[in-house]
Structure formats: structure tokens, C-alpha cells
């Protein structure tokens, strides 16, 4: 009787057993494909393949909050074995195209998740600042690029509030606290200080793209690989395409800003290839949710009524 009943108990056990390893399979698979948070899961060898994440990068660069968000999220998917940015825009402030910059380098070098760039109709300015940190860079043959310079816009308004009889009386702290007035003309040791202060920032511009292009750059001057004087010529040739110039993605080929031409679908193809995925790739992209005001009137309505000047990385 004893002997019937532990007989009778084995296939329970195994049944039991088999049940338990279909339940771990399964909470396995969809944390592969992500079922447990919004596009994050877990890469598991053999049972999920590795997708690209596509992150959109579109209008005029006022802030990187967004930008910086995504690409947190897809560093904490596993799943996720490249990034791509794909880049639709004239440029923007300075503070907002480094801030991106210095974050795909981090995704680079630090988490070790390659990042690539593909620039859409226009890709200038911040918007090239940017694809300057990543990987590579691929281009439309007609995209519209480079515009590597600064630009700083004051408003002067003085002749128009004279016609209305309107005048301001301003108290400052110093000489140049009030630098930039609309209400009067700039003096020319104002605009000395203004210009020296953007020349500043006009070569980190360009020392980013020398980070970002030297082996390109250096390819197209014909410079060995170990040549010492190499940053030094690649340097003096990014100031000679940097006075603001705009280029056509196969110009910019040309001089080594961009690697190759393609189109985004062309690119995520290549970047499969790229990371060894087989088969059509699978694509991660979140779309971040829009307030009532961007959603009327865009993503660039909430400095409608922002007056205030910006030195920026933009094109015009």
C-alpha cells in the first residue's frame, strides 16, 4: 500500500515540475519582449532578438529633457542593442545641443550601446552638434547640414518707442548689466564683449566635431592613422567649413561630415547588420506625451512669448 502510494505521488511531482519550468519560460519570454514596462525588457540569448530603438529628434532644440529621457530608458532595456537619432532639425540653444551631446556620449562610453545618427530633411547647426557624438552619421543625398557656427539675435526697439513716446529708465548694478538692451543702441565695446564670448563657444562647436570626425575628417585629408599632427590639420579644417555654411548630405559626405548617405530605413538595415541581427529588425520608438498647447499649436509654442535672447547652435 505504501509503495503503491509513492508511486502514485512521482508523476504528481513531475507534472508539478514541468508546470513550474512553463510558468519561468513564460515570465522569460515576455520580459524579452517587454511586457513588464513600456518598451523596457530583458535580452535573453536564444529566446528574444535584439531590437533598435529609434529616438526622433524634431523641430528647434529649446530643451533635451525629452531626448535625455529616451535614451535613459532604452540604456535600462536590455532588449535594446543600438539607438538611433534620427534628426529633423535646424539646431537650437547651445545649453540644450551639449547637453544631448555629453548624454550619447555617456550611452557610447559608459554602457557601451552604440549610437547612430540619420539625418532627415535638415539636420543643422545643434542638430549636426549632436550627430557629432554618435557612432556614425548617415545622411540623405539632398539633407540639408553642417552650419557650423553661433548666432546671438538682439532686437533694438529704440527708434520705434520714440515714434510712440514710450521711454524706460533702468537701474543696474554695473556697466553692462543691461548688455543687450532693446530699449537703446549696443555700444562697440558691448558688442567686442558679446562677440568674444560667442567665439568661445564657436570653438567648442568645432572642437566637438573634431572629437566626433577626426578619423573621417583625417580619412578624406588622406592623414596616416598615427600622423602627429593629425587633430591639428583635421582642426583647421573643420574652422574653413565652419562659417556657417550649409552643406547637402552628399557635400558633407565629401568632406567627411557624414560617413554614408541613406535614408532612415536604409540605416536601421545597416545598424541591424551592423549589431548582427538576422532577419527584419524589430524598432523601439516612444512617443512622449504632449501638452494641450503643443498639441494647437506645436512643439515650439511654448516660447510664443519667450522674448528673451539665446546664444544658439541654429541655422538663421
Known sequence: MSQRKKTGILPILIISVVCVMIAVGTILVLLALGFFGIGEGVYIPFVSAKKIAVIDVIGTLYES????????RHR?????????????S????????????????R???EYDLPVFASLGGIAASGGYYIASACEKIYANPGTITG?????LNFPNMEELFSKIGLRFTVIKTGEYKDIGSSFREMTEEEKTILQDMIDDVFDQFVEAVVDGRLEAIGEILSLPKDA???KALVTEKVYELADGRVFSGRQALDYGLVDELGTLEDVIWAVADEIGIKGEPSVIR???????LEGIFGKDSIRIFDDNPTIQYVWR
Open 65 to 72: 529633457d525629452d531626448i535625455i529621457s529616451q535614451l535613459k
Open 286 to 292: 516612444f512617443e512622449e506625451p504632449k501638452s494641450i
Open 147 to 151: 552650419s557650423i557656427g553661433v548666432i
Open 228 to 230: 602627429e599632427n593629425k
Open 107 to 109: 550611452t557610447r562610453e
Open 90 to 105: 535646424p539646431g537650437g540653444t547651445v545649453g540644450a545641443s551639449q547637453e544631448i551631446y555629453q548624454e550619447i556620449l
Open 76 to 88: 535600462k532595456n536590455g532588449s535594446v542593442g543600438a539607438i538611433i537619432l534620427h534628426i529633423e
